[in-house]
C-alpha cells in the first residue's frame, strides 16, 4: 500500500462536514485522548459510539458526558449494568464481539478510531475495511498480526488508513508531497525505555513495577511493558512496513531517549525530514481524525530551547532481543508475527501479574515460535487458530516458569 496522501483542497472539502467517530477502547488512554479532541472541536466530530473492553463504569461516564448513539461492552456479562444506565437517556446499548464489528461498520460511521488493545482489535478492524470505513489505526497488532491479510482487504476497499501512533504519524507527515521512489530509509525513533541505562542481568530480574515507570509517554499497562522490552519497537517496525509499503531492510530504529523527534524519513538526495513535538499523543491522534490536515490546539507547543541535547545511540539487541523479533517476523512472514503477538499478551500479563520475570517474556515468546505451527499464507482464520495456539502453548509455557 503506497502512503494514502490525500490533497489539501480534498481536506478542505470533507471537513467542512462533521465527521462521525466510533471510539472502540474508549476508556483507555488513546480513546480518552481521542475524546478530548473530539469534544474539543464539536463543529468537526462527533463520537457516535463508544466502546471498551470491560471498565462498564468508565464506559457508562464516557457515555454520559459525549451521548453517542450507542455504546457497546465487549464482556457480555457486563450488559445489563451498562443497558440499564444508559436505556433512560435514549443510549442504545450492545454487548460481544459480533456487537463490537456490527458497530465498526454500522451507517451513521464514517471513521473508526481502532483504539483497542491487542488482537482483540483485528476483528472490529476488518470488518471497518470491507464496509468502507476509514481508519484512524491506533491498535498496531491489526497490522503486526495480520498485516499482508489486511493489505489485501484495503486494495479492494474505499476506507484509507491514517496512523495514530506517534512514530507512524512523524513518518506520514514527513512523506507528504514526497515520492515513494525517493525514500531511502524510515528511522523509527526509540526512547529506550525504563531499562535503557540498566546492566543485562538487572534487566532480567526488573520487576513490573520497574517497567511502568515510562520516562516521556504516559500510555497503558500492556504498551509500557512493550516499550520496556522494545517488542514495541519491533511492532513498529513491522506495522511501518506494511502501512508505508516499504522494503523491511528499508526501516531501521534509532534510540532517541528524549522523544521529541517522533521519527524521520531519510531521502536519497541525502536529506533527512522529521517531525517534532512534545510528547503528547493528542497530535497524532488530531491528524488521523483530520485526515492529514492540522487541528489548531491539539497539544502543547515545543519550546526547543528547553531540549538543547537531543542525543541518538543503536539500539542494544542483546540487552533487548525482542528488538530481532521484527526482522525475523518480516523474513519468515507468514503467522510468525501473529504466533510472537498471541505469546506476548500472555507473558505481559504474567509479568504484571508478577508470575514470571522481564527475561522470561522474550523466553515464552521463543518457545511458542518453535512450538506453534507456521503457515505460508495464513487467512483470516489462519489467524484466529495460531493466536489461539500460541497463547496455550505461552500460557502452558508461563506456568511452568517459576519466578524468584
Ligand atoms: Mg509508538
Keep these: 500500500m503506497p502512503p494514502r496522501r490525500l490533497k489539501g483542497n480534498d481536506n478542505a472539502i470533507k471537513m467542512s462536514q462533521k465527521k462521525n467517530i466510533a471510539v472502540l477502547g474508549a476508556t483507555g488512554s488513546i480513546g480518552r485522548q481521542g475524546l478530548d479532541i473530539i469534544s474539543r472541536n464539536p463543529d468537526k466530530f462527533r463520537a457516535t459510539v ?12 464516557l457515555a454520559k458526558e459525549h ?24 443510549i442504545e446499548t450492545a454487548a460481544g464481539a459480533a456487537a463490537l464489528a456490527a458497530a465498526a461498520e454500522a451507517d451513521d460511521v464514517d471513521m473508526v478510531l481502532t483504539a483497542t488493545v491487542g488482537y482483540s482489535g483485528l476483528e472490529p478492524t476488518v470488518h471497518a475495511i470491507r464496509a468502507g470505513k476509514d481508519i484512524a489505526l491506533a491498535n498496531k497488532e491489526t497490522l503486526v ?45 526509540a526512547s529506550g525505555g525504563p531499562f535503557r541505562t ?6 532480567e530480574k526488573a520487576t513490573a513495577s520497574d517497567a511502568l ?53 531519510e531521502f536519497n538526495d541525502g536529506g533527512i525530514k522529521a517531525q517534532l513535538g512534545v510528547p503528547d499523543m493528542r497530535l497524532p491522534i488530531a491528524y488521523a481524525l483530520g485526515e492529514a490536515s492540522r487541528i489548531a490546539g491539539a497539544s502543547e507547543h515545543l519550546r526547543l530551547e528547553q531540549f538543547a541535547n537531543l542525543t541518538f545511540e543503536e539500539p542494544d539487541a542483546k540487552k533487548f532481543p525482542c528488538l530481532t523479533l521484527a526482522h525475523l517476523a518480516l523474513e519468515k512472514g507468514g503467522n510468525t508475527a ?25 523466553r515464552t515468546i521463543t518457545h511458542a515460535l518453535e512450538h ?12 484466529v487458530a495460531t493466536n489461539t495456539e500460541a497463547r496455550r502453548i505461552a500460557a502452558e509455557y508461563v506456568a511452568n516458569t517459576h519466578f524468584i
Design 50 to 61: 463508544l466502546s471498551a473492553g470491560r471498565k462498564v463504569d468508565e464506559l457508562i461516564a
Design 67 to 90: 451521548r453517542p448513539r450507542l455504546a457497546v461492552i465487549a464482556d457480555e456479562t457486563l450488559y445489563p449494568t451498562l443497558r440499564d444506565a444508559l436505556a433512560p437517556l435514549g
Design 145 to 189: 498480526v495480520a498485516g499482508d491479510y489486511v493489505r489485501r482487504l484495503l486494495k479492494d476497499s474505499k476506507s484509507r488508513v491514517f496512523p495514530v501512533d506517534s512514530e507512524h504519524s512523524a513518518i506520514y507527515q514527513c512523506l507528504q508531497g514526497e515520492s515513494s521512489a525517493s525514500v531511502r530509509r524510515l528511522i523509527i525513533t
Design 198 to 203: 540498566w546492566e543485562s542481568s538487572r534487566i
Design 213 to 265: 515507570k515510562h520516562p516521556n509517554w504516559s500510555m497503558g499497562a500492556k504498551i509500557t511493558i512493550d516499550s520496556a522490552t522494545m517488542l514495541n519497537k519491533a511492532f513498529e517496525i513491522i506495522e511501518a512496513r506494511h502501512l508505508f509499503d516499504i522494503e523491511p531492510a528499508k526501516i531501521r530504529a534509532v534510540v532517541h531517549p528524549q522523544s521529541i523527534i517522533h521519527s524521520m524519513v
Design 338 to 362: 501473529c504466533i510472537i503477538n498471541g505469546a506476548n499478551e500472555i507473558a505481559v500479563d504474567a509479568f504484571l501479574h508478577d508470575l514470571i520475570s522481564f527475561g522470561d517474556i522474550y
Design 372 to 383: 506453534v505451527d507456521f503457515i505460508a499464507t495464513p487467512d483470516y482464520d489462519d489467524y
